[in-house]
């Protein structure tokens, strides 16, 4: 079977975890790693090599709105939960999206011309399809990461850092994040990998079980030292939680996950997730290698079925979001999604 053989390729040790079949033939085949560590930061859950330093991409969101989360900002500004929820999401253009974009540039000492991310359309189909028939133009504000922009900008104003330049590595914001990331993942600095995302600030890249330990932390901040940052991690998830459509949009998986108050989660581009579990005290991580967002349902629902875990809803409604039939423009059923991967207990 295909999903037993593994590959070499690159500095990546590959294996099948997800199969696509096509009247019974295998049509498509996506490799993958995944993590999971428990409070102890034991990993004891794997699939693939874990050691292999992986971008966090928009996954990383989270841990990049903590230094605004540190100040006073949001009781300043009067900040409502679902304009704070920007800060850490990857908004995808909906109306409810735009109006708290609206609402918290109004609010905050931020000007829209000042954020790096360039002019976009939203990524959601439906808002993109409306603007072009409104004839709207591009705006920052409509790209998928203008909450984490204008929180960096906030922030900068609010410590009195430049606002100029916020996104270079050398600035003292990026340094306080820098330090945050290998607070939570236990990285040190010095080995921490650097890169530039897509719209344009630094992006990180630690071991994949690191990842792991990190999201874990972002579910249970007891496991966090320092007070200030362990106070601001725990508002954090309460506002994730308490507004799961800003993180990404309705009818995603980031909604469906961060209903059930039990998890934190957040996914980023290039195929990776990451969620940790409160109660059960485990945290995931997970890399499609082929880069693919369309089958983190099927992956994050099968993780929770392997572990048992007791929200059966949850696990539905991932099912019900990616069901494992595929079908045709016409509706008929000409193929089906199989989860070929098994985690290794240790």
Known sequence: MIGNKQQKWGIFMHHAIIEERRNGSVENVHFGIIAGVNDKKETVRQFGDIKQDVFFRSAAKPIQALP???????EKYGVTDEEAALF??????????IAALESLLNKLPVREEELLCPPSYPLNKGPYEEMLREGKEKRRLYHNCAGKHIGFAAVCRELGYEVSGYWRQEHPLQKQINDIFSELSEIPLDLIK???????????AIPLENMALTYLKLACPDMIKDSALRSAVQKLGAIMNKEPNIIASHHFICS????DDNIFAKGGAQGVYCFGLRKERLG?????INGSEEVWPNIVASILEQIDYSNKETIRNLRALKPNSVKNDSGHEVGTIHEVFQLKEL
Do not use: M, N
Not at 194 to 204: E, K, Q, S
Not at 284 to 288: D, E, M, S
């Open 68 to 74: 605004l989360l540190l100040t006073d900002i949001i």
């Open 88 to 97: 850490g999401a990857s908004q995808r253009g909906e109306h409810y999206h």
């Open 194 to 204: 650097a890169g530039t995302d897509g719209c344009g600030v630094p992006v990180l």
């Open 256 to 259: 469906i996950l961060l209903r």
């Open 284 to 288: 995931f991580a997970l890399k499609v």
